[in-house]
């Protein structure tokens, strides 16, 4: 039977030699070196999955901060542009009331749905309260089409002209915000990203619609009848 020769003597030994019997040289078997790179070739795959499966797990998780992060920073810039529109509401229902003092319930209603939204706390609220302004807001400006006389008058109409202002750049922030609201909630549904979200403390967020009766008020109208 073929066998391995000593490195010290060069003797012939056995496969299965541990030493040489001429010389006393400690040998390395084949069956430990075998054994050997097995461990290391195992050891490498293991330690090439644990680096992958840690950036997937440090991408995904940094992925949901970032995403959640950009959602809120959309919000901030929708409030700065409703917090620019609501402030126009005192002087307009100040402007309205003279030539309607009647319309008492409008007028509470505008108020009381105006303070709710700067007393909101979470974000979910600011977007229900934010929908209630709207609503209250179409209200009082479509009394201009019952008291004709408004639409002659110059601070009425600079006012309306404001408030269409405030409301294509509220338009403009509002669709940035869905879009972020969208891809956050997307990763947050799918999988394994979701468990990315859980692990991060992230949760969907909530779209910020346009009320049906905002979207029902009449184009503003600078013409005089």
């Known amino acids: 039977m073929a066998g391995n020769t000593c490195p010290k003597c060069g003797s012939l030994v056995s496969p299965a030699a541990k030493f040489c019997n001429n010389c006393g040289q400690v040998l390395l078997t084949k069956s430990r070196s075998g054994l050997g790179g097995t461990l290391l070739a195992l ?5 090439v999955v644990a680096l992958v499966v840690g950036g997937c797990i440090y991408g995904g998780y940094n992925k949901a901060i970032r995403l ?8 901030a810039q929708v409030e700065n542009v409703l917090q620019r529109r609501y402030d126009l509401i ?11 003092s009647h319309e008492q319930e409008i007028f509470t209603e505008v108020a009381q ?15 229900e309260a934010a929908n209630g302004v709207e609503r209250a807001l179409s209200r009082l400006l479509m009394l201009r089409e019952q008291y004709p006389e408004l639409k002659a008058q110059s601070s009425f109409l600079a006012l309306q002209d404001e408030l269409s202002g405030s409301e294509n750049r509220i338009a403009v922030e509002r669709r940035r915000y869905n879009d972020a609201v969208r891809e956050l909630n997307t990763y947050c549904r799918g999988f394994p990203s ?24 009449p184009k503003v109208d600078f013409g005089k009848k």
Do not use: C, H, I, M
Not at 90 to 100: I, M, Q, S
């Open 43 to 47: 050891v490498f795959a293991l330690s």
């Open 68 to 75: 959640d992060e950009n959602v809120k920073s959309s919000w």
């Open 90 to 100: 005192p002087n307009l229902v100040e402007t309205v009331k003279g030539y309607a």
């Open 113 to 127: 749905s105006r303070t709710r939204y700067f007393q909101a706390g979470t974000q979910t609220e600011k977007v």
């Open 194 to 217: 979701r468990v990315y979200a859980r692990w991060a403390g992230v949760k969907p967020a909530e779209y910020f619609d346009v009320p049906q009766e905002a979207q029902q008020v």
